[in-house]
């Protein structure tokens, strides 16, 4: 306090202490509003606020008290032992001033159990209990849990919303494993100071949420523009999760989309573990699902806006991040993302297959595709997103080694240099290619019948991401790849010779098959990896350009090697020429899947095939296998 009755001026001080005051707001030879709380023998005791009283000795009293009367006393001495001493202030005249106490802030990374602390922070969530009201604030060097209670179930200071700046004095306890700050006090900072704070705890938040340097796993002249562009990303979802977002990882499921995910998801647990103070709060802030379409259904939003709503509801909890990994990138994404738009919810998409960066763009917050930088599928989502967990959390560094050589083997990655980086790493980890295929085909088989469900626990397991038991793996692996090859027999058995096949004009050979009637349907493998496996066996079989189109009743699924097939543009160029036919889809260059009226389907597929006839030939680009242990 640096005002006492002598720089006042003529007319003495008396200072009136707010309840906040502490003895740090005190100063000896200055007057203050009192109140006698007691009267023994040898003088009156007297309040300054509740916290802070002291003794006029009897010696220097020049009249009597009793309890409750009102007085100005002078502050004559803080004693070494904290004892405070008093005498009477008589004036006739006094100017009454107000001192509101400034406590030292504490930063939140420097909490400790059992400090008495006052920070200025961001509330960040609110949760009731059917206890104490419990708010997790950061003011950007940490974030803390804080606990108020006014009576059990009752929400207290409901006058504070997430997004607030406040002021919270209190005492750090452990509870549950986790420290927290007991409420003592709580306010809302007003308008200027708010907006200081915003201002300084985004900073610090930036500032935290930047990534270290780091190198890509291997040398790959193609994949740095990317690379950069994923640490940027990363320090994006960095800084959302440091200011309390939720995470929800949406993934195509499947072998790559698996590869991209789990790694994602282990990096988001582990930063989250490092930077709550409650380990658990991964289990509630995490959420990864697959996505059975090659892009974002109007049912997957609908699931994930429910989640979101009800998080929001019942615990408080922001409006989620979604990053969409292996999915994201179309046309066929935009009615999602236009539901999305109504809510505060940044999306992020990380994807390889041909996008629509016009359509998707403006809808979402970050956009990352190889084909945006002149390269395409070869690099797969599996190996963007592995280095994307790494900028998140470099610890994950060891057990995502492997990783991208099977993301690169299951979705038939062209580039044999790049491919044979990665097959040294997994071999560094203990993976050979049998072991590699065996993942994947593994992942696949485990999707399809997981349908909708994350499968948390088994899909590390089979991927060998995380705490994982290696003869456990091992067998789980062995297991369903496995199953997955006999059920890859037993269809490609059933379909036998009841293929068409002819030469186009290109001198490509094409095959078609009619998966509703040579298929068992409703099982493993789907439709799509049907015909990719039928087109593994045949361009063995013809060692020529070859293109395979599996037909149902409303869609159709292609696969070529050696004929470069735009197929995203097929589809937009058959949706414009078939009116009515309701013609939609995409994929790569080369592998790619379309739907449309049933009722259209013969027109549909005679067009698709014109256009597939006047496709040019080019030797590089394929689906053909990189192992002979494919089926």
């Known amino acids: 306090m640096s005002e006492t009755p002598e720089a006042a001026g003529e007319i003495p001080v008396v200072f009136d202490l707010t309840p906040s005051c502490t003895t740090a707001d005190l100063t000896e030879g200055a007057a203050y509003h009192a109140v006698v709380d007691g009267v023994v023998a040898y003088g009156i005791f007297v309040e300054l606020t509740p916290s802070i009283s002291g003794l006029i000795h009897e010696s220097v009293l020049d009249r009597s008290h009793a309890v409750g009367d009102r007085l100005t006393v002078t502050l004559s001495e803080i004693r070494d032992n904290g004892d405070l001493s008093f005498t009477e202030f008589d004036a006739d005249a006094y100017e009454t001033v107000v001192v509101e106490h400034t406590p030292a802030i504490t930063p939140v990374a420097e909490l400790v159990d059992g400090m008495q602390a006052t920070v200025d922070v961001r509330v960040i969530q609110t949760r009731q209990t059917g206890g104490p009201t419990l708010f997790r604030v950061t003011d950007g060097t940490g974030i803390a849990d804080a606990s108020a209670f006014t009576a059990a179930g009752v929400r207290a200071y409901p006058a504070v919303a997430v997004g607030d700046v406040v002021r919270i004095s209190g005492h750090m306890e452990e509870h549950a494993g986790s420290l927290q700050l007991e409420v003592d006090s709580l306010e809302r900072l007003d308008a200027d100071a708010q907006a200081a704070h915003t201002e300084a705890i985004d900073a610090a938040i930036a500032e935290r949420a930047e990534v270290e340097a780091f190198e890509p796993l291997i040398e790959w002249p193609a994949f740095e523009p990317l690379f950069a562009e994923l640490r940027g990303v990363a320090a994006q979802l960095r800084r959302y999760i440091l200011e309390g977002r939720p995470v929800v990882i949406r993934h195509h499921a499947d072998g790559d989309g698996m590869c991209g995910a789990v790694p994602l998801e282990q990096a988001v647990r582990s930063f989250m573990t490092d930077v709550y103070p409650d380990p658990e709060t991964a289990r509630h802030l995490l959420r990864r699902h697959p996505s059975k379409a090659p892009y974002y259904e109007l049912e997957d939003v609908t699931r994930d806006l429910q989640a979101a709503r009800a998080a929001q509801e019942r615990h408080g909890q922001q409006m989620p991040v979604l990053v969409m990994l292996d999915n994201g990138s179309t046309e066929e994404d935009v009615p999602a993302y236009r539901h999305l738009a109504h809510y505060d919810i940044p999306t992020i998409v990380v994807d390889h297959h041909h996008p629509d960066p016009e359509a998707v763009d403006p809808l979402v917050d970050a956009h990352i595709n190889p084909y945006l930088h002149g390269e395409d599928y070869r690099i797969t989502t599996g190996m963007m997103s592995v280095e994307l967990a790494r900028a998140v959390a470099p610890a994950v560094t060891p057990m995502v080694r492997h990783v991208p050589a099977v993301a690169g083997l299951m979705d038939r990655s062209k580039d044999a240099e790049a491919m044979a980086a990665y097959r040294e790493l997994a071999a560094a980890a203990g993976y050979d290619d049998d072991d590699l295929r065996d993942v994947g085909e593994a992942l696949d088989y485990l999707a399809y019948w997981l349908r909708y469900h994350h499968g948390a626990g088994m899909v590390e397991t089979v991927l060998g991401v995380g705490a994982v038991d290696p003869t456990q793996q091992a067998a789980l692996v062995g297991f369903l ?13 059933a379909i036998g010779d009841a293929y068409d096949e002819r030469t186009l004009a290109s001198g490509a050979r094409l095959v078609t098959v009619d998966l509703d009637a040579w298929t068992h349907r409703f099982t493993y493998p789907p439709p799509g990896k049907t015909t990719g496996k039928l087109h593994d066996r045949l361009t ?66 005679e067009a698709l095939t014109e256009k597939m006839a006047d496709a040019p030939l080019d030797a590089a680009i394929g689906t053909r296998p990189q192992s002979p242990r494919a089926n």
């Open 540 to 605: 063995t079989a013809f060692d020529e350009p070859v293109i395979t189109i599996g037909i149902g009743p409303d869609f159709a699924v292609m696969r070529s090697d050696g004929v470069r097939l735009d197929i995203p543009q097929m589809v937009a160029e058959l949706d414009a020429e078939i009116a009515g036919g309701g013609v939609n889809g995409g994929g790569h260059l080369v592998v790619g899947s379309i739907k449309f009226v049933p009722g259209r389907r013969a027109e549909v597929i």
């Open 481 to 493: 790849a496995t199953e997955a090859a006999a059920a890859v027999d037993d269809q490609l058995t």
